[in-house]
């Protein structure tokens, strides 16, 4: 195997391939990330047999094919410290050369047979869906899941894909959130059980997707669901178990309150209320009516916060006592200049905040008493 490319472009490649790669396994191969040269490109593999990632390197010129086990710990400080533009890779099958015009290293190599296979996406039915839009579901959801779960497959975002629309649900038991937006199925796919992608993979899909603003394939197997991006496809097994009848938690909108809210300046006031709480005193007081939201926060140790913030609503109040972690993590996910919907009913129901693109999310009360 030979062959010269960009070093950027190979960090970069490499980078990715790396973020699935374990620290630590039994099988001490999958430590490496293997490099597959044939057909004119170059493919970087990586696994730790839950995930697997592969990743195609641009801007490569190739003298003869074959493959190569590429050490992380080592090869990756390499392409990071390394000041030539443009690296060049032969191996033999037992040592792995890399140089460029101020630099030189080799590297043992292990039998890239011995690797495990990353296999291509090859399926004929698919969800297509934007890379933005898909990046966007992830980054709304996957921040509310629960990896410590036992009673229920809370350590992922829960999939559901119908034939021009998918919806994505996370969730751990005391908020929820679910984006959905617009997909198309090709070849009549579909979901048919719980479809819980783990929150570990869907941050790889999510570094993967980067800034590409096309569109990308999702098929869902028995067993374990396939994205593919531009230059990258990824694979994982699927959380096991069930997830909760999450339609269940929505509130009824009959007799509640609506309350249009701009991101920025509620974040803002969120933040301060909660700078006195603590984690045996997490709540915070928030008080809706009369023209203005009040935010009241108690810590035995801390102090007391109390900050007023005008709003629209001027009728009677409606307390509730809400986790500001919860609330803030909703609104940091928003544009600060965009507005949101918050829906109320009482200081026992279910607040729920919602945005006219397809995002929803529903916060627990807390006890009075907490």
Known sequence: MKLSCEREKLLHAFQMAAGVAPTRSPKPILQNIKLEVADGTAILTATDLE???????????????????????????????????????????????????????????QNPDEFPAVNPFQEQKYHELSARFFRELIRRTAFA????SSRYALGGVLI??????????????????????????????????????????????????????????????????????????????????????????????????RIDLAVGP??????????????????VDFTFGEGKATMTGHGAEF???????????????????????????????LEPDATFTLQIRDSESAVVCFTDDGYAYVVMPLSRES
């Open 51 to 109: 995930i697997g990632i592969r990743v195609e390197i641009p801007g490569i010129q190739i003298d003869a094919p074959g493959a190569a086990i590429l050490p992380k710990d080592r090869f990756g400080p390499v392409l990071r410290e390394s000041s030539d533009e443009k690296l060049n890779l032969e191996s033999d099958g037992t040592k792995t050369r890399v140089w460029g015009e101020n630099s030189q290293f080799q590297f043992p190599t």
């Open 145 to 148: 899941t629960d990896t410590e």
């Open 160 to 257: 559901e894909l119908e034939p021009d629309k998918i919806t994505g649900v996370g969730t751990d038991g005391r908020r929820l959130a679910r984006q959905e937006g617009p997909a198309k199925a090709v070849g009549g796919h579909a979901t048919t059980q719980n479809t819980i992608i783990p929150t570990r993979a869907l941050q790889v899909i999510e570094r993967a997707l980067g800034d590409n603003d096309g569109e990308i394939q999702l098929t869902v197997r028995d067993n374990d669901v396939l994205v593919r991006t531009q230059r990258a496809t990824i694979y994982s097994r699927l959380v096991e178990g069930r997830f909760p009848k999450w339609r269940d938690v929505f509130p009824r909108s009959d007799d509640t309150v």
């Open 266 to 283: 509620f974040h803002s006031a969120v933040r301060q209320a909660g700078i006195v709480t603590s984690e045996e005193r997490r709540g």
């Open 303 to 333: 102090g007391e916060s109390h900050i007023e913030l005008p709003i629209s609503y001027d009728g009677p109040k409606i307390p509730v006592k809400l986790d500001p972690r919860f609330v803030a993590d909703f609104l940091r996910v």
